[in-house]
């Protein structure tokens, strides 16, 4: 078992030592860079020289990497996390916002031409596409009965969606019609290791629990507030992926309480007014 960090309790928590192993991502690192303004600069930079100080462990990658290396795919930017790496180390080195917003990153496009690019502007775009990931996330948790959804919410709560849309998941992962026709082309081989695959994916902890939490949450959103939800609900969900079986997440974020709720597996230790690991971890 280890403690991870998201971007909240990075902040909220001054003291990192803990008995138990601990971490953080690079998308918490990111998300700090990213949201950074002349206005919490010195909060922000202090909470960044924490973790550099106390020598907290920053897991990788980048999330494009994580979701790329969940469905076998390669297309992401290899060196995201070093480049993001680069402009914390810049920030500890600043001395305000102001000389901060003068950094460029040196980088190459895919013909290997250098050239440079504001390292701000590389963190908004790279936020916007974060952004983007969600667009189409609806379409996760369609169904032609919303009634039934309610229903089920009402009934059972969201215990109850995380279970139906996890098991809807499930049953969908492996369309055996299709694969019956494409097994006379590629051989049966290639269909064996491309089971092994998909049930390799879904046996994942962090891919059930981001799925099913996922469902769970926006399903709530979506069939029961009349599609509203948090600004930042869709990203904070994407720290769960870099959660392993037995892991545990310190926040003092709703959101994760709501996925507690909903996935009784998943681990959660809720900040209240500790500013310590050791002081959380000594409570019941």
């Not at 998300?31 to 600069?41: I, K, N, P, R, V």
Request: proline letters at 1%; charged letters at 25%.
């Amino acid at each position: 078992m280890a403690i991870y960090l998201e971007t909240n309790s990075l902040r909220k928590i001054t003291h990192y030592e803990c008995e138990k192993g601990t971490y953080t991502s690079i998308f918490s690192i990111f998300e700090l860079l990213a949201g950074m303004t002349s206005y919490d600069f010195k909060v922000r930079k202090a909470c960044l020289h924490r973790i550099a100080e106390q020598a907290l462990p920053i897991k990788t990658p980048m999330i494009d990497a994580i979701f790329c290396d969940l469905l076998g795919c390669s297309d992401y930017n290899k060196f995201a996390s070093d480049m993001i790496k680069d402009i914390y180390i810049a920030t500890l080195n600043s001395n305000s916002f102001e000389q901060l917003e003068k950094l460029d990153l040196d980088c190459s496009d895919s013909k290997g031409i250098r050239k440079c690019t504001s390292a701000f502007q590389w963190l908004r775009n790279w936020d916007l596409s974060i952004s983007n990931i969600t667009n189409n996330i609806s379409s996760l948790f369609e169904e032609k009965n919303a009634s039934f959804v309610k229903n089920l919410y009402n009934s059972s709560g969201l215990q109850g969606l995380a279970r139906y849309y996890w098991a809807k998941f499930y049953e969908a992962r492996i369309d055996n019609y299709k694969l019956s026709h494409a097994e006379a082309f590629v051989g049966s081989e290639e269909i064996t290791c491309y089971r092994e695959e998909v049930e390799k994916l879904f046996s994942k902890y962090n891919y059930r629990l981001f799925m099913t939490a996922q469902a769970a949450i926006l399903a709530k959103s979506y069939f029961i507030n009349g599609g509203t939800y948090g600004r930042n609900d869709p990203s904070d969900l994407l720290h769960l992926l870099y959660l392993e079986e037995g892991d545990v997440l310190v926040s003092n974020d709703k959101i994760f309480r709501e996925i507690k709720e909903s996935c009784d597996y998943f681990n959660l230790k809720v900040i209240e007014n500790e500013t310590s690991l050791s002081e959380l971890f000594l409570q019941n």
